[in-house]
């Protein structure tokens, strides 16, 4: 994974000075970074617990917000190796405290999935469209077009009647509790918990950015903030280091310096992977103190 991310850091690095990139570095008001990055990470983390909690507590047993913290660390620890293995720790989770058949677990986590893709297709769409010279406005369409086929699914699956043979049969899938069961309200509540998670990243990736002197416009970095996190969340490379650094350099190059906007995006990227480091230790702890009051059985207890 760290290959590949290695691969399109050094393919984006075209015509970038190794020098420059430690001047740039050098420079940076860390007094605004740390602050801004260190921000940006915990509303990501205490807010997708939560998230996690709220749906994991609709569609099978209720689920407390601090009892599925050590869960969360882990899979935050874990997304320095790969996205999709971080969410096999909240698969586990499911599967031994809550009894969720493997499947179901893993359906769920899809669905948050689609929770995503809704919210990150309209941002960028409604973010084209409402600034219209952002690097984003190309892009609007094609967000658009997502989002109405998103909606169509949610709309499928909350108000269709299942009439052809193919359709009951996708519906009645046991593993897809949480596609079959999700109600309007549902829908609402997920996606506002998400949107109070995105909300504030781009305001705090432009403080980061301006922590290098990047002269950008901050309606430019705010509109063209969900696509580059939704970049972050490409599962081939660990925490999105690689993709996120490939959508910042070939749109805000355009407005500032190539190197300044890849050294403060190599540091974003950095500084999340740095902040995650610390919960693989708790969560190594906790799970380490679980094994060894308990034997290794499953139980209910909290750990």
Known sequence: ???????????????????????????????????????????????????????????????????????????????????????????????????VPWFDAGFTMAFLGFIDGILFSAMIALGGYLVPDSPVHAFAPYSAGAFVLFILIAGWWLWREPRTGFERWIYQRPSLTAFREATLPAYCEFLFIRFCILAPQGILLWICLRA????????????????????????????????????????????????????????????????RLPLGIGAAHTFIRHVIRTGGREDNSEI
């Open 1 to 99: 994974m760290y290959s590949v991310a290695t691969g399109i850091v050094w393919y984006e690095f075209r015509g970038i000075s190794f020098r420059s990139q430690l001047n740039d570095l050098a420079n940076a008001r860390l007094k605004w970074f740390i602050p801004a990055s260190l921000g940006s990470f915990l509303i990501w983390f205490l807010g997708e617990n939560f998230l996690f909690a709220r749906i994991f507590t609709a569609f099978h047993r209720r689920t407390g917000y601090f009892e599925l913290l050590p869960a969360t660390a882990a899979v935050y620890f874990l997304q320095t190796i790969n996205i999709f293995i971080a969410d096999g720790a909240l698969m586990v989770f499911l599967h031994q405290r809550k009894q």
């Open 212 to 275: 290098f002197n990047l002269p950008l416009d901050w309606k430019h970095v705010i509109v063209l903030s969900p696509a580059i996190l939704a970049a972050g969340g490409v599962p081939i490379t660990p925490a999105g280091l690689g993709p996120m650094q490939a959508v910042a350099v070939n749109t805000f190059s355009k407005f500032a310096a190539k190197s300044k906007v890849m050294a403060a995006m190599l540091a974003f990227s950095l500084s999340h992977i740095l902040y």
